[in-house]
């Protein structure tokens, strides 16, 4: 097609079609797993209404093959034809629909096998057939689907795995050839459990979702003990401003699991890799114990837990990618949230110290250097002390001059007795992959945490406990660094940095003291 162009010669616009067989190849590495493609497919099946959605996992002829059918409304043929498609037309809804992008049939059954057959039926229509194979398409370098061609075998089978139902989808993969897991009993285990929390909303509202004919249980993060519930310490919603100008309503939930041994946390998954926020989009989980760049992990908050509620409307907002399985909140939405969680989180470290600190020992083994700090208070850099502005000091001043009152030089002793604490050592089990230090305000102190489990703190710290020129050099260096932490940590944008910071500080000395 060639149009005329007033300032210059005539452009032509040539269609650019897209290499097929390279493409095909390329989309069968977009980011999935196994077991977040499987959900994009229940996605479907309850975007569908079903009521029921089944999944089998098993080998035929020698050979591992996947089936999901469900008793939706089905499929006619425009919309079958479109669901095969890569960015389909089919229509979604943002605050209800779990997709989001229209690729979820093709792009989650790419990433698992290579050939696929639909049978669907909605409630006044026939059976339809499509089949989809990823070894023609590269043949023909064209995207192709065959339709048509329904079997008595098919009407049979679909018959059979929807129950009967008067409507509803069958899907058929076969020539997996993308499963990470090959033991398909166990691999069937590992998705009854993320299903089961994935979609805990819709289980806990009457749908269900079968796995080789075994049910999935609802699980809740926030409470993941039987014997005993988790403190539901805030569940509030707020408004957030959209870029067009609309309002959505976000809802927060926090939890502080139980205090139990740290044996025992292992046993139920009360770690750090499912510490931290919980997002749903839509009443379905999208991602799973991230910190939203809001707290670094480690042991300390193996308690902390939250449920971040949201709708597809927020997808911009929360920088939803394409598999659904990544999340990146705009700075306004951290900040908001980071209000909120920055309390709580802050409580659960000083809850830690309290359970897990060493005693006595910790005190007198830093006394030196905490006195010496304290010494040189006057002329080191320290973070602001909202209890103690210029201005109180100014006004006991004046009342001092104006009750004529005047004050007795100090003796040593009282001077000794009289110095204020800047800073406070304090020694606690991190594990072996948390920061070397964790620091935080306690009134006028700053309290620097040593991770006794480091490698750094066991290789170096510890052999120097009796000589008290080295172990007051690290003490020093550790609180000048704690210190700058907490003096530039003004904004959360300046926090992730000192995070990131600390995070590579920390990992470096834990690969070099290995």
């Known amino acids: 097609m060639k149009t005329a162009n007033s300032a210059g010669p005539a452009v032509e616009v040539v269609e650019i079609l897209p290499n097929a067989a390279k493409l095909i190849e390329s989309l069968r590495h977009v ?56 960015g389909s037309m089919v229509e979604k809804d943002r605050q209800s629909d779990l997709g989001r992008f229209g690729m979820g049939l093709t792009t989650a059954t790419l990433s698992l096998c290579r050939r696929v057959i ?16 990823v070894d023609d398409m590269k043949r023909a370098n064209r995207f192709l689907a065959e339709f048509g061609g329904v079997t008595i075998e098919d009407a049979a089978m679909f018959a059979e795995l929807t129950g009967g139902a008067k409507s ?27 299903l089961g929390r994935i979609f805990r909303m819709f289980l806990l509202s009457k749908r269900k979702i079968e796995i080789n004919g075994k049910a999935v249980e609802a699980f809740d993060p926030l409470n993941p003990l039987v014997d005993e519930a988790s403190r539901i ?32 946390n292992k046993d139920v998954g009360i770690n750090v890799a499912n510490q931290g926020f919980y997002v749903l989009r839509n009443l379905r989980e999208i991602v799973d114990g991230v910190t939203l760049d809001l707290f670094a992990k480690n042991p300390v908050l193996n308690r902390f837990r939250a449920e971040l509620h949201l709708s597809g409307a927020m997808d911009d907002a929360i920088q939803l990618d ?50 010496e700090i304290a010494k040189k208070a006057k002329i080191l850099e320290l973070p602001e002390n909202p209890k103690q502005t210029k201005s109180a000091v100014a006004k006991t ?28 050592f304090e020694e606690v089990d991190f594990g072996a992959q948390g920061q070397l230090y964790e620091a935080y305000p306690d009134g006028n102190n700053i309290v620097v945490q040593l991770n006794t489990a480091h490698p750094f703190y066991q290789r170096i710290l510890e052999p120097y406990t009796n000589n008290p020129e080295v172990r007051t050099a690290l003490d020093y ?38």
């Open 31 to 86: 980011g999935y797993d196994n077991y977040n493609a499987l959900a994009d497919l229940t996605d479907n099946s309850f975007d569908a209404n079903a009521s029921v959605c089944q999944i089998w996992l098993k080998q035929e002829k020698g050979l591992p093959t996947i089936l999901i059918a469900d008793n939706g409304d089905g499929m006619d043929g425009p919309i079958l034809n479109q669901a095969l498609r890569l």
């Open 118 to 133: 639909v049978l669907t039926k909605t409630s006044d229509g026939q059976l339809l057939k499509a089949v989809t194979d």
């Open 168 to 194: 509803g989808t069958v899907i058929q993969m076969l020539k997996v050839d993308r499963l990470t897991n090959s033991n398909l009993s166990v691999a069937s285990d590992i998705l009854r459990k993320k």
């Open 233 to 264: 310490i805030h569940d509030e919603t707020f408004e957030f401003p959209l870029a067009d100008g609309l309002v959505e309503t976000v809802r927060l939930r926090v939890a502080h699991l139980p205090l139990r041994s740290q044996d025992f």
């Open 322 to 371: 394409f598999a659904k399985s990544r999340v990146n909140p705009t700075q306004a939405l951290r900040d908001r949230i980071h209000t909120v969680v920055a309390p709580h989180i802050a409580y659960l470290r000083r809850e830690y110290v309290k359970n897990s600190a060493k005693t006595a020992m910790s005190a007198i083994q830093h006394q030196e250097s905490e006195n």
């Open 397 to 424: 001043k004046k009342g001092n001059e104006k009750n004529g009152s005047t004050s007795a030089p100090a003796t040593a002793e009282e001077k000794g007795k009289r110095l204020r604490r800047v800073c406070r």
């Open 477 to 514: 260096l550790l609180f000048s660094m704690a210190s700058a932490e907490m003096r530039h940590s003004i904004t959360q944008e300046k926090s992730e940095i000192l995070t990131a910071f600390k995070t590579t500080v920390s990992g470096n000395l834990r690969s070099l003291c290995m």
